[in-house]
C-alpha cells in the first residue's frame, strides 16, 4: 500500500527532517521564533513524538520519541493520526487543516496555538520529502 510507513522508517526520517531543519539557519530560526510545543502521536505505530523549540543556543529545536530521555517536553498543540495521514501529509500532499475537518487527524490544545503552530509545521515537508526519496521512495505517495 503506498504510503504505509513502519515505526523505524518514519522515527528515522523525522530525525534526519528534524536534524535538518535544527541546522538551517533561517527554517530553524522560523521554528523556533513560533515558541513551538508539538506532541505528534502516530496511533497504528503506536509512536509518540515530541517537538519544541529548543532552550539551547546552539539549537533551534528540540525532539524526542516516547521512551526516549529528555521525554518531559511540554505540549501546546496535539495531533494525533495513522501513519499513512502522517506521511501523506509530511509529503506536502495532505492539508492538515482539511484532514482536521474529515476527522482524519485529531487535533487538542488551544486554537490560536494551533494558527501558530500548524503552519510553521509545513517546514518539516521539504526535508521530510527529500530524506524520504533518498531513503525509503517505495512511500512516495505522488
Known amino acids: 500500500m503506498p ?3 513502519e515505526a523505524d522508517e518514519f522515527r528515522e526520517l523525522i530525525d534526519h527532517a528534524l536534524a535538518e531543519l535544527d541546522s538551517d539557519e533561517r527554517r ?4 523556533r521564533a513560533t515558541g513551538l510545543q508539538v506532541r505528534l502521536e502516530v496511533t497504528d ?15 533551534h529545536v528540540s525532539w524526542a520519541f516516547a521512551g526516549d530521555e529528555a521525554n518531559d517536553i511540554a505540549s501546546g498543540l496535539t495531533l494525533s493520526m495513522n501513519s499513512a495521514t502522517a506521511n501523506e501529509y509530511l509529503q506536502g500532499e495532505a492539508s492538515l487543516p482539511v484532514a482536521i475537518a474529515r476527522g482524519q487527524v485529531r487535533c ?7 494558527l501558530i503552530y500548524l503552519p510553521a509545521l509545513r517546514l518539516l515537508v521539504d526535508p521530510y520529502r527529500s530524506w524520504m526519496t533518498r531513503l525509503y521512495p517505495h512511500l512516495a505517495v505522488a
Open 108 to 114: 487538542s490544545g488551544d486554537l490560536k496555538t494551533a
Open 45 to 59: 505505530l503506536d509512536l509518540v513524538l515530541r517537538l519544541s523549540a529548543s532552550q539551547e543556543r546552539a539549537h
Open 28 to 31: 530553524g530560526a522560523l521554528l
Open 3 to 5: 504510503g504505509k510507513v
